[in-house]
Structure formats: structure tokens, C-alpha cells
């Protein structure tokens, strides 16, 4: 039961262009959500966070949108760039015992063609 | 600041071997998280412990996976005896805080790529 999904497995987007990254839940306890960027050989980077109780947070090229109706989230980078090549994981956190814990989606590949 | 420390990088062994996955947090971090990562289904949380305490193994996949943390400053996963299903990269990561927001995520290490011949 993959309780946050990541549909499309790759993205190719021109250099300059918008990106748009897709992600859908479905725990509606769900009280923040993440979008980490990964390397090849290197361990997932945190890229920004939006809590369950706004809509929108941006910081500079990067706006992550939520739609809590929906269950929908986004990552809107704008203008992209070569090196936001990468696979880009959103994550959803809950609290339990006392804890955040992270459930991932399965990742989308993002290429930005020059 | 280090970083989370992760070894070995690669690891390959044969079938019934015992594997053993090593993790240095973060200084000053009290939560540790083991995490594997597959095509199939990508991140997924193994355990974590809070001030070297275990506090959630529910996403270890079999008794074969065993973790420890015996001080705050390391921890490690083990498998015995491995299997081929095994194979995948295993990541570590800690955190400072309870609250997973911008300000205090949580932190990986690159990795450990683990193949089970």
C-alpha cells in the first residue's frame, strides 16, 4: 500500500523552461511534506517543505503547491537549470509515538536538456 | 560539519553471508533513521531510534535484519544470513528535532550499495 505515489518515473524539460513535479497521497493525517533531490552515489539532499496548513511556500526557483482536496502536491522549479538534473523524492511525514517518520514516494528522474 | 557517515560505499557478497552496515549520525543529533531504497519501491523507512533507543521496527522486513545503536555516535544494520532480494542501496540519516520541517530535515548519508550474489 504505497500511501504516497510519484507517477511519472522521468521528466524531460527544456533548459530554461518550467518543471513540474507531481506527487499524490493518500493518509489525509499526513501534517507536512518534503521534496528531497538525489544525486547518482549520493544520499538524498532536502530541497523545501510545506506544512499541511498552507496552500504554497516558495523559495527562490522552487515553489512547492499543496492541495489538501486533492491530496496533491507539486514542485514547480522556475527557470530550470542543468545541474536540477537528479531524481527528486517527495515525502510525507506523521507523527507517531512521539516522532516524525518519512514515507517516500518512489522518485521521478528529472533531465534538463540544454 | 561531516555529515552523516555511511560504510562501506559497496558492499557484494555471496548468498547466507552476514552483512554488516555502518552509520555515524550527525554530532548532536538524536534521531536515527535506517532507510532501503529499491526500484520497486523506492525509500522506504527500515527503523529509527531516539536517543539510542529503538522506538519503530516496524518496517524491518524479516527477523534476518537486526539494528543497533549502542552509543549516540554509531549504529549499525545487519542482515544474517542475506539473501539476493537484499540487495539494494541502504541509507542512513539523523535529524536534531521531533519536527520534520524547513528548518530541521533530516540529513543522509551517500549510502551503502549492497549486492547479494
Known amino acids: 500500500d504505497q500511501q504516497v505515489k510519484q507517477n511519472s518515473p522521468s521528466l524531460s524539460v527544456q533548459e530554461g523552461r518550467i518543471s513540474i513535479l507531481n506527487c499524490d497521497y493518500t493518509?489525509?493525517?499526513?501534517?507536512?511534506f518534503l521534496w528531497y533531490k538525489k544525486y547518482p552515489a549520493e544520499g538524498p539532499t532536502f530541497l523545501i517543505s510545506i506544512s499541511s496548513i498552507k496552500d504554497k511556500n516558495e523559495d527562490g526557483r522552487f515553489t512547492v503547491f499543496l492541495n489538501k482536496s486533492a491530496k496533491h502536491l507539486s514542485l514547480h522549479i522556475v527557470p530550470s537549470q542543468p545541474g536540477d538534473s537528479a531524481v527528486y523524492f517527495c515525502?510525507?511525514?506523521?507523527?507517531?509515538?512521539?516522532?516524525?517518520?518519512?514515507?517516500f514516494g518512489q522518485g521521478t528522474r528529472l533531465t534538463i536538456n540544454p | 560539519d561531516a555529515g552523516v557517515i555511511q560504510s562501506p560505499r559497496h558492499e557484494v557478497t555471496e548468498m547466507g553471508q552476514e552483512v554488516t552496515l555502518r552509520c555515524k549520525p550527525i554530532s548532536g543529533h538524536d534521531y536515527l533513521f535506517w532507510y532501503r531504497q529499491t526500484m520497486m519501491r523506492g525509500l522506504e523507512l527500515l527503523i529509527y531510534f531516539n536517543n539510542n533507543v529503538p522506538i519503530d521496527d516496524s518496517g524491518m522486513p524479516e527477523d534476518r535484519f537486526s539494528a543497533k545503536m549502542p552509543n549516540a555516535s554509531f549504529s549499525t544494520l545487519k542482515i544474517q544470513p542475506s539473501e539476493p532480494r537484499d540487495s539494494a542501496v541502504y541509507f542512513c540519516?539523523?535529524?536534531?528535532?521531533?519536527?520534520?520541517?524547513?528548518?530541521?530535515?533530516?540529513?543522509f548519508g551517500d549510502g551503502t550499495r549492497l549486492s547479494i550474489l
Open positions: 540519516a539523523s535529524s536534531s528535532h521531533r519536527d520534520v520541517n524547513s528548518n530541521q530535515p533530516q540529513h
Open positions: 493518509n489525509s493525517m499526513f501534517d507536512y
Open positions: 515525502a510525507a511525514s506523521v507523527g507517531i509515538q512521539g516522532a516524525q517518520k518519512l514515507v
